[in-house]
């Protein structure tokens, strides 16, 4: 069988989700024995044409030239998986879409040279996805995961449970039941390792939410730690906003 | 290359971002060369309007996975001024050492999978490590080294999270960092054959006469903190910044440009740092470049006149900058050690940081792995936040970037397109543009004046 083909594409984001495949330090030569890097410009200059076995994408659609490119790498590629927490539900980004006004005067003093999309989307929402990778950034450890299952032609094995689920196997004392530390980790996707939990801080959500999350059920708890509304919605409406769990769990509590 | 015609000369990769040069010629003279970052905009300074001051260092970390801490360090740095608080020393000797950790990961996947390729002939450090693997692996190692020291101070590499206004959630026990300390010794002698193997690249010879801008500390090389001063003799608190630095947009880039008084272009990053502050280093460690005046020839032959030796220890070739990055990598790696031997888990591991009580501004900055790199805050008494302002080093750079690409190519228009193409792609790369900062990727085109 020929070496599989990767392609690595960027949209709206910050470049640190490729950086985590250029971080598998131990793991990337080895990897790119396996399959052929066909088109990755963060990393080479080396470019082949396509069609690419698999396409890793990396950021969100924030304007009409990327909802174009998006449709053109998916036609080119067999495989696409979105990884991030851009790609998979628009990323921090995404907060412009819930603003009164559009953003761009704000930041450029000529906005009409700025040709920019008033929403930022996830890839899904533009083209099919064969697979979602969470996290801000994604773990390394999954994107292995992700791409040694897909050279092995079997599903990868990624958990969609909470974030309290690692907490546990870890060992780590509850930050929301023994210290009132407000944690979005009971409605947040596994995958970072209870990072925030093991540093005595409550999970902010960066790898979106679980599936089937009790939102409404952790808002009221966070009502009665004394967090007011607005702390519940700018909670939810952080890393992941336009993820529906979350964007509509904020809108409840929004100008109540 | 042909005169006068409109040319598209391929993309430009291994940088951090998205965007594209252009190159107007007339007469056989470039009149103008543009870099144009076509990066979509993602707006943080109007998203952090409403935010709690408590959020930015966790926010404004997402506008570069490459240098998140940077952004942490300058959000803390302004809203902990805003607030008339000043950290501990502990905790300000912790936020160095995390940062080591970023000048580490960031300068080595420059240096070794970025940049290095360019001067051996490769597309890729992935390409090269089939002809060069030990020293592939070696690049990544140090790498590797950095990233387990953010791991180890942050929580995890990219977007840490344990750095909070007022230090950190939880001080890392001393056990954990002293663990870290066989690999960052064997990294820092891994940077030292690091600058030995970069100082004998080939550079082109292309010296410039840049405005130097970086911060200067009283004892130490510049990391979290200091004075901004300037080759043209100004020294600047941070709350100075907005009365000598003038942001204004130009309609080929989503990102601001930046000029200091009067409207000079100047330089930020590894040059300027090396240049206004090669005495706060240990002489061994500048030596080891043969940057440090005309001295012993360079250990891998003798001190050629077109390679980074200058009478007076200054790098103004921006090509030649893969050495200082070297200088700094190494220097980073010292100095995490240094921190490492001294430390002890600051107790409590932050200080409250309260709302201020009116409205107030803040101002702070550090030296990102790229250059300076600057926040402003207003903070409302509620705590929520009025305005902000970033300035990113890369979208200060652009100017000089511009200028050094219009001098080059003005010298090589009897180039094939391609070759051309290549040089200036070449150029921009010495740089280590982060587009993902400034706003991210570059096509060339090469086109006649209209």
Known sequence: ?256 | MTHGSRVRVGALSRVEGEGGLELVTENGMVTEARLDIYEPPRFFEALLRGRQYTEPPDITARICGICPVAYQMSACAAIEDACQVTVPEPIAALRRLLYCGEWIESHALHIYLLHAPDFLGFASGIEMARSYPGVVRRGLRIKKAGNELMTAVGGRSVHPVNVRVGGFYRAPSSGSLRALVPELTWARSAAIETVRWVSGFDFPVFERKYTFAALRHPSVYPITDGSLVTSTGLCLEPRDYDEHFTEFQVPHSTALHSVLDSGVTYLTGPMARFALNRDRLPGWMTGLACLDGPGPARLDGPARPDGPARPDGVCRNPFASIVVRAVELLYACDEALRLISAYLPPDPPYVPVPAPADQACGYGWSEAPRGLLYHRYLINPDGSVADAKITPPTSQNQRAIESDLRDFASSRLLLSEHELGHECERLVRSFDPCISCATHFLDLRVRPHD
């Open chain 1, 1 to 256: 069988m020929a070496v599989p083909t990767l392609a690595v594409w960027k949209f709206a984001s910050c470049d640190g989700c490729q950086l985590t495949l250029l971080n598998c330090e131990d793991e990337l030569l080895e990897l790119t024995a396996r399959v052929q890097v066909a088109n990755f410009t963060e990393a080479s200059s080396a470019v082949i044409e396509g069609p690419y076995d698999v396409s890793l994408v990396e950021g969100s659609i924030t304007t009409a030239h990327d909802a174009e490119r998006i449709r053109q790498v998916r036609a080119q590629s067999r495989t696409l998986i979105t990884i991030g927490a851009c790609a998979t539900s628009g990323g921090i980004q995404a907060l412009r879409n819930f603003a009164a006004d559009d953003l761009t005067g704000i930041v450029y003093a000529a906005p009409e040279y700025i040709a920019t999309l008033r929403t930022s989307t996830a890839i899904a929402d533009h083209v099919p996805v064969d697979f979602e990778l969470r996290g801000c950034p994604v773990s390394k450890h999954q994107l292995l995961e992700v791409l040694t299952a897909l050279l092995h032609g079997r599903t990868p094995q990624i958990r969609t449970e909470s974030v309290c689920m690692e907490c546990k196997r870890a060992g780590l004392t509850c930050v929301l039941v023994a210290h009132g530390t407000p944690c979005l980790g009971p409605v947040t996707q596994a995958g970072c390792g209870a990072l925030c939990p093991s540093v005595d801080r409550g999970c902010y959500g960066c790898f979106g939410p679980m599936e089937t999350p009790n939102t409404a059920s952790l808002s009221r708890r966070w009502l009665e730690l004394g967090i007011r509304e607005d702390g519940v919605v700018r909670a939810f409406r952080a890393f992941t906003a336009a993820a529906a769990p979350f964007r509509e769990e904020a809108e409840k509590h929004d100008a109540r």
